[in-house]
C-alpha cells in the first residue's frame, strides 16, 4: 500500500472557496466534521484536560506527550495532543481537513503540530483607546518565504486547519484574522495598526460547531475576545511540505515525539503524514480554479 490509497478529496474545496482562500489567505468550510466526530473530539479533549489536571505535580502533567501551554482558570491550551486520543488522531488524519491543507499546500502533507484551545472569557481584555478590542495577531511563516504560485493560485509550505467544536456566535471569541495580509510584507505592526483604523480589515470565524478554518501561516491571526458566558473549544492541526525529512522513526522535538506503538497504530497509508518517507520528497497536486470539489465521501 501507499499513501495513494489514502481517499482525501481532491480538489477539496469549491472554485469558490478556493477564490476566497487566495483573496483573503483563509476560507471557512461548514460541515466539516459530522455530529458524531464532533462530539467524540469534544469529549476526547475533555477527558484530556481533566486527566491533565488530576496529575497533582505540575512537573510530571504530560500524558502521551500531551502538555498544558496555558494551564489558567479561563484559558486551557493543550499542546502536542497528536497521540494523546485516537479521536484526535482521527481529526488531524481526517480525509476533508488534510484534503483542504493539501490544496493550500500544493502536495502532500506532514503534520508539524496539532494543539487545543478551551477557553471562556477572560477576566481582562485589552482595549485600545478606541474601545475596541486588541488581539495578539501574529504569524508562523514571512510572507513570500514559503509560498509560490501554480496555476495562477497561492500556495504555502505551512498551513492550519482550525476546527470549532463549539457554536461560534459573534461574541464567542472566533480566530480573528486580518483579511489579505498573508500577502503583505509590509512590517506586521504596520498592517495590524491599519486593521485597527478600519476594523473591516479584520475578519471573525462566526461558524457552527464543526466548521473549519483553513488559512496559511502567512496570515495574521488571533485569537478572538469572547464576551459571551460559552466556552469555546478548538482543535488545531498544523501540517508543512514533505520536503524535507522532518521526522524519520525518532523525531528530536521534544514535545513531539513520536512513540513506535503510535506509528503502529496508524495504517499504512496514512504514515506519510508523520514519518518521512524519504531524504527529500516532494509530491505535488495543483488544481485549476475551474476544477470542481471532489465529490469523495470521508
Ligand atoms: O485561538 C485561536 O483562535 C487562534 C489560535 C492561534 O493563534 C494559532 O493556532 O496560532
Known amino acids: 500500500m501507499s499513501e495513494s490509497s489514502f481517499q482525501r478529496p481532491f480538489p477539496a474545496l469549491t472554485p469558490s472557496q478556493r477564490y476566497h482562500l487566495d483573496v483573503f489567505g483563509y476560507v471557512v468550510v461548514h460541515e466539516v466534521l459530522t455530529r458524531d466526530e464532533i462530539g467524540g473530539t469534544l469529549d476526547a479533549l475533555q477527558k484530556l484536560k481533566r486527566d ?32 494523546a486520543d485516537p479521536a484526535i488522531t482521527a481529526y488531524i488524519t481526517h480525509p476533508r481537513v488534510v484534503g483542504m491543507a493539501e490544496e493550500l499546500i500544493g502536495g502532500n502533507a506532514h ?53 470549532n467544536l463549539t457554536d461560534l456566535g459573534p461574541d464567542d471569541g472566533g480566530t480573528v484574522v486580518v483579511a489579505g495580509s498573508h500577502k503583505i510584507d509590509a512590517g506586521d505592526q504596520a ?13 471573525q470565524v462566526i461558524a457552527p460547531a464543526g466548521s473549519s478554518l483553513l488559512f496559511s501561516e502567512a496570515l495574521l491571526h488571533a485569537t478572538g475576545r469572547i464576551s459571551s458566558d460559552k466556552e469555546r473549544v478548538i482543535v488545531i492541526c498544523g501540517y508543512g511540505r514533505t520536503w524535507f525529512p522532518w521526522k524519520f522513526m525518532e523525531s528530536h522535538r521534544p514535545d513531539f515525539e513520536l512513540e513506535p506503538e503510535f506509528i503502529e497504530s496508524i495504517p499504512e497509508p496514512l504514515r506519510y503524514l508523520f514519518v518521512s518517507q524519504g531524504y527529500i520528497q516532494r509530491i505535488e497536486r495543483y488544481r485549476d480554479l475551474n476544477d470542481p470539489m471532489s465529490e469523495l465521501e470521508s
Open 52 to 83: 491533565l489536571q488530576a496529575i497533582k505535580d505540575p512537573e510530571r502533567r504530560v500524558i502521551r506527550h500531551a502538555y498544558f501551554q496555558t494551564d489558567q482558570p479561563h484559558h486551557h491550551y493543550i499542546g502536542a495532543i497528536s497521540q
Open 111 to 163: 503534520i508539524l503540530e496539532a494543539n487545543a484551545h478551551i477557553n471562556r472569557r477572560a477576566p481582562s481584555w485589552d482595549m485600545g483607546e478606541d474601545g475596541e478590542p486588541r488581539y495578539g495577531f501574529h504569524r508562523g511563516l514571512p510572507p513570500y518565504e514559503g509560498n509560490h504560485f501554480r496555476k495562477g493560485l497561492y500556495h504555502s509550505s505551512f498551513v492550519k486547519v482550525l476546527t
Open 191 to 203: 498592517i495590524v495598526n491599519a486593521a485597527y483604523a478600519d476594523r473591516s480589515l479584520i475578519h
